[in-house]
């Protein structure tokens, strides 16, 4: 079974903005911290956001300010607000648990051009 399915991916100029949603399953929705990690081609898969149950969040520095993690807990659903977007945030967008214990989904593209 589909444990998480993204979208929300587009194309996107610089500066401009984009919010991607991840529709998790109820046992991957269970873990307390799930998150927002992003592989850019010739890249290794990288970790964006987390959050917790509660709400309480994390971010990477190249993200500070600029993306916001978000859950609901009525929907099963994570989101990834993201702003200000730049190139270099050009990847693959997947949802998956902190500790990456659910199966990759299919993730979702994000292109920003210049």
């Known amino acids: 079974q589909v444990q998480v399915r993204e979208s929300g991916g587009g194309l996107v100029q610089a500066g401009g903005s984009l919010t991607l949603s991840c529709a998790a399953s109820a046992s991957v929705f269970r873990i307390n911290a799930l998150a927002w990690y992003r592989q850019a081609p010739g890249k290794q898969r990288e970790l964006v956001a987390h959050i917790t149950r509660g709400g309480t969040t994390n971010y990477r520095d190249f993200v500070k300010g600029r993306f916001t993690i978000s859950r609901d807990n009525d929907k099963n659903m994570v989101y990834l607000q993201m702003d200000s977007l730049k190139p270099e945030d050009t990847a693959v967008y997947y949802c998956?648990?902190?500790?990456?214990?659910?199966?990759w989904g299919q993730g979702t593209q994000v292109t920003v051009s210049s």
């Open positions: 998956n648990t902190l500790g990456q214990t659910a199966s």
